[in-house]
């Protein structure tokens, strides 16, 4: 046995690991933090949905990313794709609540992982100018001790080696939580929330935002209405999980 066999043996006799989504005991496992039935049954998006809101679709369903679908027609976004990897739902929700609001920093290396091994990723990224996280206000920033959006962007960097744009797009009004407001009152909570330093350095780009969680739109939408207005060519968004349209 290895020296690092024995020494996680130890870890496991004195700090027993369990999933963190069933409890289930990990100790006889290489598992590290949820185990494999959970694994399978994270809620991951397939590949009949809509190209612009991210809701679910039939097969056959003819949609352009212009349009949207039955659910998004008439709604107006400023970015003009969205990609989703996963629903905003069970073992997904756990481990996206656990990272951002119980501060286990050590999170984002799975999540990143789920986020690499997306398929249309690998489509999408070799078009991509430059990587942008959704940003959070500073205070909040060192509040929480990281920006969760940051770190997952800074994992498709190190994976694409594409680069990565953390200071120019700055989140300059510290909103209360979005996450108990209505459609509207986001709107008006976010309103002028978001600056770019720099126009000129995204001016003809073409670019990837990422964020954590998709939920009405509204973030996001304000976010690539400052990148457009400065010069960006296109605006794809990336979320790990999708909450609005969890049908």
């Known amino acids: 046995m290895a020296i690092s066999d024995y020494v996680h043996a130890l870890l496991d006799l004195f700090y027993p690991r369990s999933c963190l989504h069933c409890k289930r005991n990990l100790n006889d496992s290489h598992e590290l933090y949820i185990c494999g039935d959970c694994n399978r049954q994270i809620p991951y998006v397939n590949e009949f949905h809509c190209m612009r809101c991210g809701s679910a679709t039939g097969p056959y369903s003819a949609l352009t990313a212009k349009e949207g679908c039955s659910v998004c027609k008439g709604k ?22 656990k990272f951002k609001y119980a501060r286990q920093k050590f999170l984002f290396r799975i999540l990143n992982d789920f986020v690499i091994a997306h398929k249309k990723l690998k489509e999408i990224v070799p078009d991509i100018d430059v990587v942008v996280p959704v940003p959070l206000h500073w205070f909040k920033k060192i509040h929480r001790g990281f920006n969760q959006s940051e770190l997952l962007s ?37 309103h002028n929330a978001f600056f770019v330093k720099y126009p000129r350095s995204f001016q003809g780009k073409k670019i990837l935002l990422v964020d954590d969680v998709l939920t009405t739109g509204v973030t996001a939408s304000e976010c690539s209405k400052k990148l457009k207005e400065s010069g960006a060519r296109s605006v794809h968004l990336l979320v790990l999980a999708n909450a609005e349209y969890n049908s």
Do not use: W
């Not at 990609?83 to 609540?97: N, P, R, S």
């Open 76 to 97: 107006h976004f400023h970015f003009d794709t969205m990609t989703a990897v996963a629903h905003y739902d069970g073992v997904m929700k756990t481990l996206i609540h």
């Open 154 to 190: 800074l994992g498709i960097q190190r994976y694409f080696s594409k680069p990565m744009s953390t200071n120019n797009l700055c989140r300059i009004k510290n909103t209360e939580s979005q996450t108990h407001l209505s459609k509207s009152q986001r709107q008006v909570n976010i």
